[in-house]
């Protein structure tokens, strides 16, 4: 079975920072390209950012500029360092292949923007 969990989440000011962290259950991924998706409340999912395998990145255009995804295979990892947040980053993110898994989905972790 595919096991991501996300954490890294919270609740942040306007202007704030986080970094959010996906921990997967198997190497396997480290050879697939990744990303980060987001939900808000009331909207479908959108991906935010994507890293392959060989390092390219791609990003929402909301994010650019703002965002960072990075990964470590070691660790089998995902992160996303998340700067300049404002209130419309507010939203459940989750991790995933890219084109994502239904199946693979996790918990993901909440991340609110509000002062």
């Known amino acids: 079975q595919v096991q991501l969990v996300e954490s890294g989440g919270g609740l942040v000011q306007p202007g704030g920072s986080l970094r959010l962290t996906c921990r997967h259950s198997?190497?396997?991924?480290?050879?697939?390209?990744m990303g980060w998706y987001r939900q808000a409340s009331g909207k479908q999912r959108e991906l935010v950012a994507s890293?392959?395998?060989?390092?390219?990145?791609n990003y929402a255009d909301s994010a650019k500029g703002r965002f960072s995804i990075s990964r470590d295979n070691a660790k089998n990892t995902l992160s996303l360092q998340m700067n300049s947040l404002t209130p419309e980053d507010t939203a459940v993110y989750y991790c995933?292949?890219?084109?994502?898994?239904?199946?693979?989905w996790g918990q993901g972790t909440q991340v609110t923007v509000s002062s």
């Open positions: 995933n292949i890219v084109p994502a898994i239904d199946a693979y």
């Open positions: 890293l392959t395998s060989v390092g390219r990145t």
């Open positions: 198997t190497i396997v991924f480290s050879a697939n390209p």
